[in-house]
């Protein structure tokens, strides 16, 4: 292996969220606990990244960034060579994270009162999102079919109430990492058409596939849609670069872009420097790390599942995509509260707790797995005897 995923890097201390906000998020302080919530990795970020910044504060010039056509055309390069999707560099703009160009694209396209719709369980700050801008939550429950997630559309269609502008996807989705076939994605821009909403796909995991395993574009999937499709993904989850803060917008309709302009000017600025610098370095020539660290992980969700599938009423949805597991303790028969404090406070192991990503997440904890293996393997032992003695 060329590079290091095994060694664990000095994080508590370090402004860390993952390892930070433990205490105050969990109530537990103790420098044993191992996190597996926040997604971030735990591995240090790809040598080519490393290189370009170190190059970029040696040049000692902090100013506004300017010219943003050479990293326009690196992300398109990545975009192609990676995933076959092709796309004009002009139709990339930058945000403050992705969360903030979702914003964009609420503010633009709908008012306060208006539905913006979730498949739940879904990434929390969808909804964090939506509500702080004055909009309504609409979840459309995904429905577990042969162990993995299904949209119900039909079940969606015949409860719009008329207030929704915009359907959110998540693809690959987080929770549970599930890749949208072409044939999921066509129906969903099928649906938005008939409904006249805008589509935004998520796709910050897009780069997290499982070797062998194909993302698919939303917008290679429904190209008769483009009108109403918005993309929104970024360098941060893939790189372990989210700190930088620093989302990519995709927007293939000039009618969404001239819409966006304002709200773009209003909300996004310049783009982050040390962001630019990190995509451009990342985008250009980190194609070996990533093959490298999604072998890694993959391997890791081999062992998680396998181990964690062998205590009696735990079950780990299978997946090919994210470091972001879904794992059903619902078999248990215990409550919320208790899963969280069986894992936080006696395995000390952190997960994100089910219930925050909506309908359908009770009964459920999801798990980080971008950890050093050794790590994992700690956490899963903890895990074994945390909830092995259940059944
Ligand atoms: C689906 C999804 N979108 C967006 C984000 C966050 O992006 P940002 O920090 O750039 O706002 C995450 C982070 O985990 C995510 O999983």
Redesign the pocket.
Known sequence: MAFDFDTPLRLRGNHTSKYDNIAKTFGIDDPSAIAMWV?DMDFKAAPVILDAMRAEIDRGYCGYFGNTVPVDEAVAGWLKDRHGFEIDPSWVRYTH????GYGDIIASYSEPGDGVIVFSPV?H?FYRQIEAMGRVVVESPLKVENGRFEMDLEALGAALKGHEKIVTL?SPH?PGGRIWSVDELRALADFCAVHDLILIS?E??MDLTFPGATFVPTLIAAPEHVDRIAI?M?A??AFNV?GA?T?IAIYPSAEMRRALAPVILDRESTPNRYGMTIIKAAYSGGHDWMDEMRAYLAENFRIFSARMNAIPGVSVMDMNATY?TWVDFSRLGMSDAELLKRSVHEAKVIPSPGTQFGTGGGGHLRFNLALPRATMIEAIERLEKAFGDVQ
């Open positions: 997604a994270g992705v969360i903030s990434y700050a998540c987080n998520d910050i995991h929104l970024a941060s989850k989210a803060e989302g972001l």
